[in-house]
Protein backbone atom coordinates (compact mmCIF):
# COMPACT_ATOMS: atom_id res chain seq x y z
CA UNK A 1 0.00 0.00 0.00
CA UNK A 2 0.80 3.73 -0.63
CA UNK A 3 0.97 5.47 2.72
CA UNK A 4 2.68 8.49 4.75
CA UNK A 5 2.76 7.49 8.38
CA UNK A 6 3.27 11.06 10.60
CA UNK A 7 5.22 10.62 14.38
CA UNK A 8 5.91 12.75 16.87
CA UNK A 9 3.02 14.26 17.86
CA UNK A 10 2.46 15.15 21.47
CA UNK A 11 1.78 18.08 24.02
CA UNK A 12 4.19 20.97 24.39
CA UNK A 13 4.22 24.09 26.31
CA UNK A 14 4.50 27.18 24.35
CA UNK A 15 7.50 28.59 23.38
CA UNK A 16 9.10 25.08 23.04
CA UNK A 17 10.08 22.94 20.10
CA UNK A 18 8.77 19.51 18.27
CA UNK A 19 9.55 17.69 15.78
CA UNK A 20 7.06 15.74 13.10
CA UNK A 21 8.01 13.02 11.06
CA UNK A 22 6.68 11.30 8.00
CA UNK A 23 7.80 8.42 6.70
CA UNK A 24 6.99 7.08 2.95
CA UNK A 25 5.81 3.17 1.80
CA UNK A 26 5.21 2.12 -1.38
CA UNK A 27 6.77 4.71 -3.22
CA UNK A 28 9.67 7.35 -3.23
CA UNK A 29 9.89 10.63 -2.74
CA UNK A 30 11.78 11.80 -5.79
CA UNK A 31 9.80 13.68 -8.02
CA UNK A 32 7.42 14.81 -5.65
CA UNK A 33 6.71 18.27 -3.71
CA UNK A 34 6.34 17.82 -0.09
CA UNK A 35 4.08 19.44 2.06
CA UNK A 36 2.67 19.99 5.39
CA UNK A 37 -1.25 21.04 6.52
CA UNK A 38 -3.00 21.36 9.51
CA UNK A 39 -6.68 21.87 10.46
CA UNK A 40 -7.45 23.38 13.64
CA UNK A 41 -10.45 22.78 15.66
CA UNK A 42 -13.55 24.18 13.59
CA UNK A 43 -10.68 25.81 10.89
CA UNK A 44 -10.04 24.47 7.78
CA UNK A 45 -7.02 22.63 6.43
CA UNK A 46 -4.35 25.82 5.80
CA UNK A 47 -0.72 25.03 3.73
CA UNK A 48 2.01 25.28 6.19
CA UNK A 49 5.27 24.26 4.86
CA UNK A 50 5.85 23.16 1.37
CA UNK A 51 8.16 22.17 -1.05
CA UNK A 52 8.24 22.46 -5.30
CA UNK A 53 7.45 19.12 -7.16
CA UNK A 54 9.57 21.48 -10.01
CA UNK A 55 12.38 23.05 -8.51
CA UNK A 56 12.39 22.62 -5.02
CA UNK A 57 11.66 25.66 -4.02
CA UNK A 58 10.09 26.70 -0.52
CA UNK A 59 6.63 27.83 0.40
CA UNK A 60 5.61 28.74 4.10
CA UNK A 61 2.41 30.47 5.56
CA UNK A 62 3.12 33.57 6.96
CA UNK A 63 1.80 32.33 10.30
CA UNK A 64 5.33 30.33 11.26
CA UNK A 65 7.84 31.79 8.96
CA UNK A 66 11.13 31.78 10.79
CA UNK A 67 9.40 29.10 13.56
CA UNK A 68 8.73 26.30 10.45
CA UNK A 69 11.31 24.30 8.89
CA UNK A 70 10.81 21.53 6.64
CA UNK A 71 13.00 18.66 5.46
CA UNK A 72 13.56 15.61 3.64
CA UNK A 73 15.75 12.65 3.74
CA UNK A 74 15.46 10.86 0.92
CA UNK A 75 17.88 8.16 2.00
CA UNK A 76 15.48 7.40 4.74
CA UNK A 77 12.24 8.13 2.47
CA UNK A 78 10.65 10.53 5.42
CA UNK A 79 9.80 14.34 5.66
CA UNK A 80 10.16 16.15 8.71
CA UNK A 81 8.58 19.75 10.23
CA UNK A 82 10.76 20.96 12.72
CA UNK A 83 8.59 23.36 14.85
CA UNK A 84 10.22 26.27 16.84
CA UNK A 85 8.74 28.80 19.09
CA UNK A 86 5.17 27.08 19.14
CA UNK A 87 2.13 29.39 20.10
CA UNK A 88 -1.17 28.15 21.55
CA UNK A 89 -2.36 28.79 18.11
CA UNK A 90 -0.44 26.21 16.17
CA UNK A 91 -2.59 23.77 17.75
CA UNK A 92 -3.94 21.41 15.16
CA UNK A 93 -3.95 18.01 13.54
CA UNK A 94 -0.98 18.13 11.23
CA UNK A 95 -0.77 16.19 8.34
CA UNK A 96 1.90 15.53 5.61
CA UNK A 97 1.62 15.11 2.06
CA UNK A 98 3.25 14.48 -1.51
CA UNK A 99 2.13 15.80 -4.64
CA UNK A 100 3.37 14.74 -8.26
CA UNK A 101 2.35 18.09 -9.97
CA UNK A 102 3.09 21.89 -7.95
CA UNK A 103 0.31 22.19 -5.26
CA UNK A 104 2.11 25.69 -3.98
CA UNK A 105 0.70 24.88 -0.82
CA UNK A 106 -2.97 24.85 -1.70
CA UNK A 107 -3.60 21.38 -0.95
CA UNK A 108 -5.58 21.01 -4.10
CA UNK A 109 -3.70 18.90 -6.01
CA UNK A 110 -1.93 16.02 -3.16
CA UNK A 111 -1.52 12.56 -4.08
CA UNK A 112 -1.01 11.27 -0.91
CA UNK A 113 -1.78 12.39 2.84
CA UNK A 114 -0.79 11.18 6.00
CA UNK A 115 -3.11 10.03 8.85
CA UNK A 116 -2.81 12.95 11.20
CA UNK A 117 -0.76 14.04 14.04
CA UNK A 118 -2.15 15.81 17.19
CA UNK A 119 0.39 19.20 18.34
CA UNK A 120 -1.17 20.84 20.99
CA UNK A 121 0.56 24.13 22.29
CA UNK A 122 -0.24 25.11 25.85
CA UNK A 123 -0.40 28.48 27.30
Known amino acids: EVQLVESGGGLVQAGGSLTLSCAASGFTFDGYGLGWFRQAPGKEREGVACTSASDGALYYAESVKGRFFISSDFAKNTMYLKMNSLKPEDTAVYYC????????????????WGQGAQVTVSS
Open 97 to 112: AADRLDDYCSGSLVDY
